[in-house]
């Protein structure tokens, strides 16, 4: 799809751009019943990994393995979601860190998978966006309905307040469980995309930081409601391409127009400004997270806000 | 063998105590996990790095400097990502110090590089051998170094005015408030306190290992939180003693059943506990009690 449209270079940031947008709706689901995680980079890489198995070891297409890859994450969700009911807090996010840690070792130590040397010569798998344009839309379908159905209103609940939800007959564990698992498979899908698109992997692709990204799209966006996830993943993975754009509009001024005092000095330094090798901007991600916890703890966008601009649905309107 | 195993893993678990002290004492008196706290690390061997390159100064002059470079650090934390962020949203300042993270550990890649920088010899290499044990100076040097601050830290939390006023901080926020804690001062000075030591830690992390990289700091910051958990959050003592085990945990695991389970081994460690003793080794209440 988009063959003759796209130039390579788009076509891979928007690639990108999705998988990220996935991997937000991922970490969103268990966050809707109050659980924070960080380990969703872990069950990417289960994802990836299982995915990628398939698809070399086994020869199987790669729709299969895509799928394959999700299921198996999404049992591994619930496996690490059993413990995940005990705790929560800062207990929780050390539980999910510390499983994320351990898959990077298995996947580090384990032969089969490449080991040290990494996993390499994944299939290229050249139909990722139509997977994310298709996967994408019915992401929000799916979490447009759930907000509206008894199970979303369930992990709303659980997410103010757990014992209250249980005293009202919520069944907390069931619904917890699906959630984590469910976040899981979503990254799980996430995972093979990311495997398939950049053919190689090792143990340290889906490290802690990448969970920690995927933590902060959705904090940016807004967790409070399910356009957030996108808002927050698209937000910052387009940031640096689109002030990579702004500089290289830059360059197309002219020298002459910029050869006297003032004017150089801005252009040199706006030069400079807007040229985003990743530790920069990591570092101007790092100071988006600590303004918008002072300025908007909520995120960008919050279920308010959205309330009070959307037009009033068929048959019924808003209290 | 194992007597010099032993030593090995108490060095080790030596900075390890180091850094998870700072954050079991921030937890303590804020609640908070203090996720930037490697990178303080990170940045306090930097900080010594550069004091011997370029200032050409001796060891102590790097550690005190490094030192007070990260007390500055983290009072400046203070101010940027903890005061300023809502406190009615638990995960505000946690996510607000993930980014402090994020913009230190760059910061350190933009500067100095991504590549790990050697660390210069600044102490005498010589080898002492006692019986089974063979220990050289610079061993000797970080573990008396690291145990000393210990002891130093422990008196003052047990012995000044404002140690127990942080001791009466951790206990409950509005009661010592009410009794005349300056809160705020004391959530000061445990954030400088805790960055200083760690500022130290990284320095002696550096001599240890000869070299200094910008990545250092988040291995440091995992295991710092499992010996905070192992400890129980908030408990000092605790911090001492489980960095020490897990160094030693390590060490032997790493020298009879492999390296790669070395890792593999602290993090179940963290999980288990996690799971059926949440409350850590010595801990005696739990996050939610708070």
Redo the contacts between chains.
């Keep these: 799809m988009f063959d003759g449209l796209l130039d390579g270079y788009t076509r891979s940031i928007l690639i990108f751009a999705g998988i990220n947008v996935v991997a937000a709706y991922s970490f969103y689901v268990p966050f809707k019943t109050g659980q924070v995680s960080l380990g969703q980079a872990g069950f990417m890489a289960v994802g990836a990994y299982t995915a990628a198995i398939m698809t070399q070891k086994f020869g199987l297409p790669f729709w299969a393995g895509f799928l394959v890859g999700g299921f198996i994450a999404g049992i591994v969700g619930v496996v690490v979601g059993f413990p995940a009911l005990r705790i929560k807090g800062i207990y929780l996010l050390l539980l999910t860190l510390g499983f994320s840690e351990i898959v990077q070792v298995i996947a580090l130590s384990w032969d089969y998978v490449g080991g040290a040397q990494g996993f390499r010569q994944i299939a290229f798998n050249r139909y990722t966006l139509d997977y994310l344009v298709v996967l994408i839309p019915l992401l929000i379908w799916f979490f447009a309905r759930l907000e509206r159905s008894s199970l979303g209103r369930a992990m709303d609940s659980i997410h103010q307040d757990e014992t209250a939800a249980e005293v009202m007959g919520i069944d907390v564990v069931r619904t917890k469980l699906f959630a984590f698992g469910l976040g899981a498979m979503i990254a799980g899908f996430a995972g093979a995309l990311y495997a398939h698109h950049a053919t190689f992997m090792d143990s340290s692709t889906f490290n802690i930081m990448m969970g920690v990204e995927i933590l902060m799209f959705v904090v940016v966006g807004g967790g409070s409601t399910y356009w957030g996830p996108l808002l927050g993943a698209l937000f910052l993975t387009l940031l640096p391409e689109f002030l990579r754009t702004l500089r290289e509009w830059l360059e197309l001024v002219p020298v002459s127009w910029m050869n006297f005092f003032p004017a150089n000095r801005v252009y040199d330094f706006l030069h400079e400004f807007l040229d985003f090798e990743n530790a920069k901007r990591l570092i101007v991600y790092g100071i988006i997270l600590i303004v918008m916890m002072i300025l908007r703890p909520d995120g960008m966008l919050t279920r308010d806000q959205l309330r009070r601009f959307s037009l009033p649905r068929l048959g019924r309107r808003h209290g | 063998m194992i007597y010099q195993q032993v030593i090995n893993g108490l060095m080790l678990g030596a900075s390890y105590s180091l850094v998870a002290i700072g954050y079991t004492l921030i937890?303590g008196v804020l609640g908070l996990?203090y996720f930037a706290h490697g990178e303080v690390f990170m940045v306090g061997a930097f900080v010594g790095l550069y004091l011997v390159l370029y200032a050409h100064a001796n060891i102590y002059v790097a550690l005190l400097g490094a030192m007070v470079a990260c007390a500055a650090l983290g009072v400046a934390a203070v101010y940027?990502?903890v005061r300023?962020?809502?406190k009615d949203?638990?995960?505000?300042?946690?996510?607000?110090t993930?980014?402090?993270?994020?913009?230190l550990?760059?910061?350190a890649?933009?500067i100095f590089g991504?590549q790990q920088v050697a660390f210069p010899e600044t102490i005498k290499q010589t080898l002492y051998t006692i019986g089974p044990i063979t220990i050289s100076s610079v061993q000797l040097f970080i573990l008396g170094v690291a145990v000393g601050l210990m002891v130093l830290l422990w008196l003052f939390i047990e012995r000044t005015k404002i140690g127990r006023a942080i001791r009466a901080t951790a206990e409950n926020h509005e009661t010592a408030a009410l009794l005349g804690v300056d809160v705020n001062k004391v959530i000061l000075v445990t954030f400088m306190i805790g960055s200083g030591i760690a500022g130290i830690a990284g320095v002696l992390d550096g001599i240890k290992n000869s070299g200094v990289s910008p990545f250092m700091g988040?291995s440091a910051a995992?295991k710092g939180?499992?010996v905070m958990?192992l400890g129980g959050?908030g408990n000092v003592f605790g911090a001492m003693i489980a960095g020490l085990m897990l160094g030693m945990i390590e060490i032997l695991s790493a020298a009879y059943i492999g390296t790669?389970?070395r890792?593999?081994f602290s993090?179940?460690i963290?999980?288990l506990i996690?799971?059926y003793r949440?409350t850590g080794l010595f801990g005696t209440r739990?996050?939610?009690e708070r």
Excluded: H
């Excluded at chain 2, 949203?89 to 607000?96: E, F, H, K, T, V």
């Excluded at chain 2, 993930?98 to 913009?103: C, D, K, M, R, Y």
């Design positions: 937890f996990l940027v990502a300023p962020v809502a949203r638990p995960l505000a300042p946690l996510i607000s993930i980014g402090l993270t994020i913009i550990q760059n910061l890649v933009y991504g988040l995992v939180l499992i958990l959050l790669t389970e890792d593999l993090f179940m963290l999980i996690l799971i949440p739990t996050a939610d």
